[in-house]
């Protein structure tokens, strides 16, 4: 069983890797929000952050502060939203876990105060 569940996994087999470490590697989102969004992935199959371990969080805020770097090189963003979803009510599809990095720029959204509270839209302002 755990085998399968390790072959059926997108992300049990790293591709398309653009940095990595020991325990994470990152790769850009096939489906971006913004140019440059980025997951940072962990190589254990592990469901969420909460089952993560302290070494597996080091190595992914590690690539996180790499991928920032690059993105800030590359496209020159604004600003970030950094994500984890946790469980299929915060709307995790992939039950593996990985973390958006998500270049932001000025004019992508009318009005992006609130940030990350949209996910629930209708108390992203306050």
Excluded at 8 to 30: G, S, T
Excluded at 37 to 62: G, Q
Excluded at 99 to 114: C, F, N, S, V
Aim: proline share 7%; net charge neutral; hydrophobic share 35%.
């Amino acid at each position: 069983m755990h085998e399968k569940r390790l072959l059926e996994c997108p992300f049990c087999q790293p591709e398309e890797v653009i940095l990595e470490n020991r325990l994470a590697w990152a790769r850009y989102d096939p489906f971006p929000v913004n140019p440059g969004h980025m997951l940072v992935i962990t190589r254990r199959h592990v469901s969420d952050f909460f089952h993560s371990t302290k070494e597996e969080r080091t190595a992914i805020n590690s690539l996180l502060e790499e991928a920032k770097l690059l993105l800030d090189k590359k496209y020159n963003p604004d600003g970030y939203n950094i994500g984890i979803n946790c469980g299929t009510a915060a709307g995790q599809t992939i039950m593996h876990l990985h973390i958006h990095l998500i270049p932001r720029y000025k004019g992508d959204m009318d009005d992006p105060r609130g940030g990350v509270r949209g996910v629930i839209p209708e108390k992203q302002k306050y």
